[in-house]
């Protein structure tokens, strides 16, 4: 049931998408539309959900007619301002609020300049307070004022009018108690649909809401409750939100940890968290180059790390001195090479791993295997009994990449000197575009993740001197056998199938030179 709820509120949100897409095609660039939809959508969310806050707190104190909405910016800003931006990380008048605008927005001919206003107005309440960074720069993404939207401001206002009134046409309910990521699955959708279109980097490989389902609960198999969660390549925040979703019930102490180094997503994934009421005071989100310029130092270490960082980048490596003495990197004795930074990710998030937390982070399967630096820094990780499972997931899982991706389980508490290899590569659904986990798959995983038995063809729970004496090779074909699923061929049956046939030849050649000599007579 939960799935067919999902698959029904996703289908309504990408036809609405594709709906205001048919609106404004032609007149804005794929990726920069993106823009635009997802900055007007977390517009809309933070209309409705400060109005509920006031409305809420009316509603209970007896004032049942009460509505945010419907009341002057003189009143709200005597009565309701006061405290809301340490409450809420910002402030909305009602003139400001997203039903408001709509409302008007078709006979407003300054309909771009006021949006332009009301997203800085918006930013601007932060100013001076304790949310001012996680609010700063929110809106930087949607102007609109650009050429890009029209040559003129009718153009402008008519296509910003194509994506309000479309926006305000989704039936989203209650945000928070949507079964989809609403706001990641859209990013995710637009991304597939004009990524490649566009031409443009930054997103390809963002993470599949079934992939998220499955780091978070690996993470937190057995624990009742974490310190915080962190991911240091954060993307648009959905791994994060994921770990929220999946895991309400348990407690999750001091919030949510991100960085991100490209600015479009650092953006979205401050969004995305105010999108998923994760107040601002439960939420870290930086900008900045990891593995470069790290800055949650302050914050380590964490109980449980989710990451999907890019694969196999270039990074500066060795030609930084200064890097292999890093507290991050120097305990391996090598730096990852120039370019396939796969280990400095996975050193950095070591470093940043607490004594009883765990780490998964989606790998690129190279990384298990290749020689060199990334050789030795496996054995300093095997021989240091960090490793704690590797999982081969199904090819197609990705946009932008058909690769069958691994996921790396790292911890600092294990009792035994061995590493579970799962062969997951047949857990999956195949669907038109891409494959995916479904339930069923993501339960299959983390039992056996949990159970560490022996499975035929599924998986092995193998010790540290047999992956020695296979040279520190990681891979999960190495020490899972995959099942033959060729056809067994009995060689007495297929002789013996021959022999009739020959026979059937040879009375039909004698019957067709039967036929030829009373032909011929």
Not at 50 to 75: L, P, Q, R
Not at 114 to 137: P, R, Y
Not at 208 to 236: A, F
Not at 290 to 296: D, M
């Amino acid at each position: 049931m939960l799935e067919n709820k999902e698959t029904a509120q996703r289908a309504e949100l990408h036809r609405k998408i594709w709906s205001i897409a048919d609106n404004v095609r032609g007149a804005v660039d794929g990726w920069d539309f993106k823009q635009y939809i997802l900055g007007i959508l977390f517009y809309r969310f933070i209309s409705e959900n400060i109005t509920e806050f006031f409305n809420s707190a009316e509603h209970e104190a007896g004032e049942t007619d009460f509505d945010y909405a419907k009341i002057t910016d003189e009143e709200a800003e005597t009565d309701f301002k006061k405290g809301t931006v340490e409450d809420k990380g910002f402030f909305i008048l009602p003139s400001q609020l997203f039903e408001n605008v709509v409302r008007t927005a078709n006979d407003n001919e300054n309909l771009n300049i006021d949006l332009a206003n009301i997203f800085k107005s918006i930013e601007g309440s932060a100013i001076g307070s304790k949310s001012e960074d996680d609010i700063k720069g929110l809106f930087e993404d949607v102007d609109t004022t650009s050429n890009r939207l029209g040559g003129t401001v009718a153009e402008k206002n008519k296509r910003l009018r194509d994506i309000l009134n479309g926006i305000s046409e989704i039936n989203f309910g209650d945000f928070k108690n949507n079964d989809i990521d609403a706001f990641g699955d859209a990013y995710e959708y637009l991304i597939s649909n004009y990524a490649s279109n566009a031409g443009k980097s930054g997103g390809e490989f963002f993470t599949p809401q079934t992939v998220s389902k499955l780091l978070s609960r690996i993470v937190m198999e057995g624990k009742e409750k974490i310190n915080k969660v962190y991911d240091p390549t954060c993307g648009s925040g959905s791994l994060l939100l994921q770990m929220k979703k999946q895991f309400d019930e348990h407690i999750i102490e001091e919030g949510f940890f991100g960085q991100e180094i490209n600015m479009t997503n650092f953006n979205l994934a401050r969004m995305n968290m105010f999108l998923h009421n994760v107040n601002y005071n439960k939420f870290s989100i930086e900008r900045g180059d990891t593995l470069i310029n790290p800055l949650h130092k302050d914050e380590k270490p964490f109980d449980a790390i989710v990451s999907n960082p890019p694969y196999s980048i270039k990074w500066i490596g060795d030609d930084d001195p200064t890097l292999i003495n890093d507290e991050r990197f120097a305990p391996a004795g090598k730096l990852a090479p120039k370019s396939y930074a796969d280990y400095a990710f996975i050193m950095h998030s070591l470093s940043y791993l607490s004594s009883k937390g765990r780490a998964a982070i989606v790998c690129f399967p190279g990384i298990f295997y290749r020689q060199g630096a990334e050789k030795n820094i496996r054995q300093y990780l095997v021989d240091n009994n960090f490793i704690d499972c590797i999982i081969q997931l199904p090819e197609n899982l990705f946009f932008g990449t058909s690769i069958a991706t691994c996921i790396l389980v790292m911890a600092k508490n294990k009792t035994e000197n061995k590493i579970l290899f799962i062969d997951a590569s047949k857990e999956f659904k195949k669907e038109t575009n891409n494959n995916i986990l479904e339930e069923k798959n993501i339960t299959a995983i983390v039992d056996e993740f949990k159970n560490r038995t022996d499975k035929q063809y599924f998986s092995r729970y193998v010790t540290r001197e047999e992956i020695e004496e296979n040279s520190y090779n990681l891979s999960v074909s190495t020490y899972v056998e995959k099942e033959d699923t060729r056809e067994v061929v009995d060689i007495n049956v297929l002789n013996k199938e021959i022999e009739e046939t020959v026979k059937r030849i040879d009375e039909l050649r004698a019957s067709i030179n039967e036929i030829v000599k009373e032909l011929e007579g």
